[in-house]
C-alpha cells in the first residue's frame, strides 16, 4: 500500500524526499513541514492515491499531485462486475468492493504499489440483488446493502485476516411494501441503513449473541422523499433524499426505538436555471469538520441528473452547517450524474468525483474561501465514468 509521500523543495530548487512505509501522524507530519517551509521558504508537495470504482469489471488508481495539480491514471485492477463501491479497511491495506450485479456479490483485495490491487482474496455471494453499498465495521464484521432486493448482509472476518470472509453472518429483511437500503453508516453501538423505498432509516444493533444483528427500530423520513445517503454529527443527522431532492436535519431520536423527531432544515439541493427536460436526483453527502486553515463546518451534496442534460455539468451543492444550516451556493463539475465523491488530505482540503454518465472522467478540485467554494484543479479523462473512491491516505 502506498502512503503519502512527502517532497520538500528548497529554493535553490534542490528536492528531499520521504516516503512513508506505514501511515504517518498525519498531523504532526503537516504542522513540522508546514513550520519548516514558513522557516526556510520551501514548498511542500504530496503525493495521493486514490482508488476508484465504476460500472465495469476493474477498480482504477490515480495519482494526485498537490503541487503541480496533476492527476494521473496509474492502473487498473481485474476485479468482478460493476464494483461500484468500494470501501477500505485502513490499516490492513484491504479494500472491500460490491458486485452490483444479480445475485450481488461481496470481494476482498489485497493493497499493493501504486494502488494496484491482489487478485480477489475472497468473494462472496451477498444474499441479495443489485449490491449497492459496503462498509466496515468496527466489530470485525463488513456490511452490505442490496439495492434491488430490499435486504442488508453483515458478515465476519477472519481475525487473523481480515480479507477472507467467515460462514457467520446476519440476514437482515426490511419490514416495507418497498424498501431499497443504499447506505450503511455505523453511529455508536448501530447500524443505520437509510432505505429511499420504503422512508426510513433503519437502526440496527446487535442481538444478545455478538455479530447477530436484527432491527432494532427506525428513523421516519417524509414521506416520498427517498432517503438515500447520511453524514451525523454528535446526536444530529443529517440526510440527503434522492426523491425530494433535499437536504434534512433532525436529533437522532433515542434508541432503541425512537421513530422520529422534527426536522430542523429541509432545504432544496437543486441549483438554479436547470434545463427543460431534467430529471433530479440527490446522491452523496460529505462533512468536512472544521480545522487549522478552515473555520467553518460545511456540507457537500451532490446532484445527478438523470434526464435533459445541463451543459454545465452537475452541480455540487455547499451548506454551511453553523449556526444553522444554510444553503452558501453551488458548484457546476461539468460531469454527469455525481453519483459518488469522497474528501481527503489532511484537512479534507481536496474534493475528487466522477460521473457514471458522459465521457467528463473524474475531477479533482480544493475547498476555497474557507470552504465555501471549489476551485476545479484537475481533470482526468482517460477512463469516462467513475462511480465511488478512497484515498490511501
Not at 431534467?278 to 457537500?300: D, K, N, T
Not at 465521457?359 to 462511480?387: C, F, H, Q, S, Y
Request: charged residues 15%; negative net charge; contains cysteine.
Amino acid at each position: 500500500m502506498e502512503y503519502p509521500e512527502l517532497v520538500r523543495i528548497d529554493t535553490d530548487g534542490s528536492r528531499q524526499t520521504t516516503s512513508y512505509h506505514c501511515a504517518p501522524p498525519r498531523a504532526l507530519a503537516w504542522r513540522h513541514l508546514r513550520a519548516r517551509a514558513a522557516a526556510t521558504g520551501t514548498i511542500v508537495m504530496v503525493n495521493f492515491t486514490i482508488l476508484a470504482g465504476g460500472y465495469t469489471s476493474f477498480v482504477a488508481s490515480y495519482l494526485f499531485n498537490s503541487d503541480t495539480n496533476a492527476l494521473t491514471l496509474l492502473n487498473q485492477s481485474p476485479t468482478g462486475p460493476n464494483p461500484s463501491w468500494i470501501s477500505l479497511l485502513p490499516h490492513k491495506h484491504i479494500l472491500y468492493a460490491i458486485n452490483e450485479d444479480s445475485p450481488g456479490g461481496l470481494q476482498s483485495f489485497r493493497i499493493g504499489e501504486n494502488g494496484l490491487l491482489s487478485s480477489a482474496i475472497d468473494t462472496i455471494n451477498a444474499e441479495g440483488n443489485t449490491s449497492a453499498f459496503t462498509a466496515p465495521l468496527s466489530t470485525g464484521q463488513v456490511a452490505v446493502v442490496n439495492y434491488g432486493s430490499g435486504n442488508a448482509l453483515i458478515v465476519s472476518t477472519e481475525e487473523s485476516d481480515p480479507a477472507q470472509f467467515t460462514t457467520e453472518y446476519s440476514l437482515i429483511t426490511f419490514d416495507a411494501p418497498v424498501s431499497n437500503p443504499h447506505m450503511v453508516l455505523e453511529h455508536g453501538s448501530e447500524v443505520f441503513i437509510p432505505d429511499l423505498g420504503a422512508d426510513k432509516i433503519w437502526r440496527l444493533a446487535e442481538s444478545d449473541t455478538p455479530g447477530n444483528w436484527k432491527v432494532q427500530g427506525q428513523i421516519d423520513q417524509p414521506t416520498g422523499s427517498g432517503p438515500r445517503h447520511i453524514v451525523t454529527r454528535g446526536n444530529t443527522l443529517y440526510t440527503v433524499h434522492q426523491t425530494s431532492n433535499t437536504l434534512t436535519q433532525q436529533r437522532i431520536p433515542p434508541a432503541p426505538n425512537g421513530t422520529s423527531t422534527p426536522l430542523i432544515a429541509n432545504i432544496s439541493i437543486l441549483p438554479p436555471g436547470l434545463p427543460e427536460g431534467a430529471a433530479m436526483a440527490g446522491a452523496e453527502v460529505l462533512l468536512a469538520e472544521r480545522s487549522e486553515h478552515y473555520a467553518e463546518s460545511f456540507i457537500y451534496v451532490s446532484n445527478r441528473n438523470t434526464g435533459v442534460q445541463d451543459p454545465r455539468g452537475d452541480a455540487i451543492a455547499i451548506f454551511r452547517v453553523e449556526p444553522r444550516l444554510s444553503l452558501v451556493g453551488f458548484v457546476y463539475t461539468g460531469l454527469q450524474q455525481v453519483r459518488g465523491m469522497q474528501l481527503g488530505g489532511p484537512e479534507k482540503e481536496f474534493l475528487i468525483a466522477g460521473g457514471v454518465a458522459g465521457d467528463a472522467g473524474v475531477i479533482m478540485l480544493k475547498r476555497t474561501e474557507g470552504g465555501r467554494n471549489l476551485t476545479l484543479l484537475a481533470r482526468n479523462a482517460e477512463i469516462p465514468t467513475r462511480a465511488s473512491f478512497v484515498w490511501l491516505d
